[in-house]
């Protein structure tokens, strides 16, 4: 038999206000309390529905961001990440994000400002429980850009991250870390955004970043950093953050080891893709309750 937990919500709404990462414009977001089983969803200025599940990721450039196609027309919502890993690293499952804007507000570049968030709102319970999905074989995915593969083991999501930027100071980062709200609180949330000071040009010249600064992100160049790091390791630190987002979108919250060798937003959400079908087809006594 699996194990079971309490389905959450947050105890009452709250609101966040900023200017968004990519696109520089004003944007917030309010979350409210939902009921048990909602899930996560996001709800656009125009009324567009949008869950935060695999199926709904229409981009994962520099991001990930959600959406709906038409018709009537289509609506989308970026960088919903590091609020995602907030949600999920606090054992928060269904929650409803009214959204103003094309994307969720950069903050300080990290899900430090999203954690205080939530533990503002409180945390309630729903009176329901769900099973925690539970691996009965590896899911992988991967390309020659990188590979994450989940497997059973322990209690709780692990995680071990890896990166290489050669060729800059970042050089090669490693972390293993097991994840529980305390840690994921002070370990792993407030990690900053960063881009490799080579990618930068490129990333203005396709119209992103507008948004960037110094207040939410850092540039890795070949001989340091644009400035003080919270951690030393802050770069794969962050890479876990974005880690913990993606899988979110799974939606089951599951028992299990992910081994991300240079992981991007693009093979974390096909990995939670995968995870998705892996439990949807698990046999009914084994299979976890959907939450997304």
Not at 70 to 87: D, F, K, S, Y
Not at 121 to 146: C, F
Request: aromatic share 6%.
């Amino acid at each position: 038999m699996g194990r079971y937990v309490e389905q959450t919500t947050i105890a009452r709404p709250v609101t966040k206000r900023g200017i968004g990462l990519h696109t520089g414009a004003g944007c917030a977001v309010s979350l409210q309390p939902a009921e048990r089983d909602a899930g996560v969803i996001f709800v656009t200025e125009a009324g567009a529905v949008i869950p935060a599940t695999p199926e709904h990721v229409l981009d994962t450039q520099r991001g990930t961001t959600l959406g709906v196609v038409g018709p009537p027309g289509g609506a989308t919502v970026g960088c919903v990440e590091h609020l995602m890993a907030a949600l999920y690293g606090l054992g928060v499952d269904n929650v409803r994000a009214e959204v103003t804007g094309p994307e969720l507000p950069a903050c300080d570049g990290s899900a430090r400002e999203w954690v205080e968030l939530v533990q503002e709102a409180g945390i309630a319970p729903l009176g329901a429980s769900r099973p925690i999905g539970r691996l009965s074989a590896p899911v992988w995915a991967g390309d020659d850009s990188g590979a994450l593969v989940a497997v059973p083991g322990g209690r709780g999501l692990a995680l071990a991250v890896s990166v290489d930027y050669e060729g800059t100071v970042a050089r090669h980062q490693s972390l293993w870390v097991r994840l529980t709200p305390r840690r994921f609180a002070k370990a792993i949330a407030p990690a900053r955004t960063f881009v490799m000071d080579r990618e930068l040009q490129a990333l203005q010249n396709a119209g992103l970043a507008k948004g960037g600064s110094e207040a939410n992100a850092f540039v890795v160049g070949p001989g340091g950093y644009s400035g003080p790091l919270r951690f030393e390791d802050e770069v794969v630190r962050h890479k876990a953050l974005d880690l913990v987002g993606d899988l979110a979108l799974c939606g089951w919250r599951f028992d299990g080891v992910v081994v991300a060798l240079r992981p991007s937003h693009r093979m974390n959400v096909a990995l939670a893709r995968a995870l998705r079908a892996h439990f949807m087809a698990a046999p009914a006594q084994e299979q976890a309750v959907r939450t997304g």
